[in-house]
């Protein structure tokens, strides 16, 4: 079995090199009254000769019966004591290879999930449309993290990449998306079937579903948009010009259908990169629509670039620097992106050190400057002839490693072997400096906090800000761009555009948006309190992350 290890993967359980999941078929009953999915996970395994057992990452699932496939006999199960940050391992004692060469076979794990999942939000109406609301977040904090273990048992590690199946029953009138083609409802008198295939191999966390009472509206045979009732106001215009753009040139190996879900306001801050579907937030639906082509591009280029060739946890540079590389790619027939790095004082380094820690992934790379991976494979990309040498590269890239988990030394060295008629170029490379420790901090010209506040003084005030509004933005405000200028006039205090603000935060209530509004509002003394009243009122609306992160606000 020639398969790449995860044993160094400090965040699973599971060895693939030993024993390893090549399909996962999910047979699940969705219960937004228990607020559980229920059923079971059929596993196709492959291993080696010598191999009787096989590890799965869990996290919190109700584990039942483990029988065989093949004859249904009971197999043993064992599950470890229980991390605290990762869960614990199912150890499965596996079927013995008798009179055959062929060491494959297949497990059915009956289980159930727990209403405190941390991957699935369970929405209440009051946090919807009206309607309950389901949505698996594997990632949860924004990357390549552990949470897939706690609704369906797996190997949860980046390196181990399956086909997957699911039948997923809930009543009428729900609709499910995954991440993955649908192959059709089947109608009953209660539950409707929703069946899916993903033919294409993909990690444990770009397994995705999403349950809700949702509409759609179909662009053309691969395009389609599905959203609640009362946020399915986009306009088709806006619609049909991204898809021209962005998606037609993103999609380079595209399925033979395209989902995009807008999210409840609740929780637009979700990202996930995954097949077939991607989810954007509603407040990118009215106004310019190139932010909606920046998020589509985002979600695309993740869902190729994370999916199609990962990159071991400690190579976060070419996770999301290629990521951030092959959207400018993706944009620039549509307008020039220009990018600096921010923050520059909490940038850490490309290589962050997993070896010897317990902390989950998002911690340690919180301040791993992917921006600085985006300018290194631009800076490759001038000194070896541009983009027309370049893309052919990665074209060729992708083809070699599809499907495969590589690291660092891997590209660096298919990287010399492609561009072997250039090797002195790349020799004057200063691989060091990119893949250092640290990187030195720019000096930054800057300008006096005096002289900085009063230029801010001359510009922001109350009549330009209406004026802003009235010349550039009266007919044609996109969300976000409702969001900073609503922030904006917090900051100078005007005072009638407070009940405003914090309508805003009650109609788009993520984090993103409700959290800095409240913020500073709570820094307003006179407003602060009125702060305060509305989060009471509202707070029922929102996730419980974005409670306490409000709470925590408040309490300042």
Not at 138 to 151: C, D, E, G, V
Not at 423 to 429: A, F, G, I
């Amino acid at each position: 079995m020639n398969v790449p290890s995860s044993a160094k993967d400090p965040h699973s359980f599971a060895l693939p090199e030993l024993a390893r999941v090549i399909h996962t078929d999910l047979e699940l009953i969705v219960d937004f009254d228990q607020r559980v999915l229920e059923g079971k996970a059929i596993l196709t395994i492959t291993r080696q000769p010598s191999i009787n057992q096989i590890i799965l990452d869990n996290l919190g699932l109700d584990i039942g019966r483990v029988t065989n496939v093949l004859d249904r006999t009971l197999l043993d199960r064992h599950i470890d004591e229980t991390n605290f940050a990762f869960g614990n391992a199912i150890r499965v004692d596996l079927p013995s290879i008798i009179g055959t060469d062929n060491p494959d076979c297949k497990i059915k794990i009956e289980y159930k999930t727990t209403p405190q999942s941390d991957a699935l939000y369970w929405l209440t109406p009051a946090q919807t449309g009206g309607h309950p609301f389901l949505l698996s977040n594997n990632k949860l904090l924004f990357f390549q993290l552990i949470y897939a273990r706690s609704w369906f048992p797996c190997q949860n590690t980046p390196s181990v990449k399956f086909t997957y199946s699911a039948t997923i029953r809930v009543r009428k009138p729900y609709t499910v998306l995954m991440s993955a083609l649908s192959q059709g409802i089947h109608e009953g008198p209660e539950l409707d079937v929703h069946v899916f295939r993903q033919e294409k191999k993909v990690p444990s966390y770009a397994v995705v579903i999403a349950v809700g009472s949702l509409r759609t509206k179909k662009f053309n045979k691969r395009i389609s948009i599905f959203a609640e009732e009362n946020t399915f106001q986009f306009q088709s215009t806006h619609v049909n010009r991204f898809r021209h753009t962005a998606i037609e040139e993103m999609l380079l190996h595209a399925q033979h259908k395209y989902v995009i879900c807008v999210l409840p306001p609740s929780i637009a801050h979700f990202e996930i990169e995954c097949l077939c579907v991607t989810f954007i937030s509603p407040t990118l639906l009215g106004g310019d629509c190139s932010y909606v082509i920046y998020s589509l591009a985002r979600n695309i280029s993740q869902s190729w670039a994370g999916n199609f060739v990962t990159k071991i946890r400690r190579n976060v540079l070419y996770h999301d620097g290629i990521n951030a590389f092959l959207q400018g790619e993706g944009l620039k027939n549509f307008y020039s992106l220009v990018r600096e790095p921010a923050n520059v004082a909490l940038l850490r380094c490309l290589l962050p050190n997993f070896q010897f820690t317990s902390e989950l992934p998002h911690v340690i790379t919180k301040y791993v400057p992917y921006e600085m991976g985006y300018f290194f494979l631009c800076h490759l990309e001038n000194i070896l002839g541009g983009p027309t040498v370049f893309e052919p590269f990665f074209i060729s890239y992708f083809r070699k490693f599809a499907y495969e988990s590589i690291n660092t030394k891997d590209w660096k060295d298919y990287l010399y072997k492609y561009f072997s008629n250039k090797k002195e170029k790349l020799d004057r490379v200063n691989w060091d400096f990119w893949f250092g420790d640290t990187f030195p901090h720019p000096n930054f010209l800057t300008t006096s906090p005096y002289l900085t506040d009063q230029m801010s003084s001359l510009f922001m005030t109350i009549e330009k800000l209406d004026c802003i509004y009235y010349q550039f933005f009266r007919f044609n405000m996109s969300g976000k761009m409702r969001f900073l200028w609503l922030l904006l006039c917090i900051k100078i205090r005007w005072a009638d555009k407070v009940a405003q603000a914090l309508n805003f935060a009650t109609e788009h209530c993520s984090p993103n948006y409700a959290c800095p509004i409240f913020q500073h509002l709570c820094e307003w003394e006179e407003m602060r309190i009125k702060a305060i009243e509305t989060y009471n009122r509202i707070k029922g609306k929102m996730l419980n992350e974005t409670r306490k992160k409000i709470k925590q606000i408040l309490q300042t």
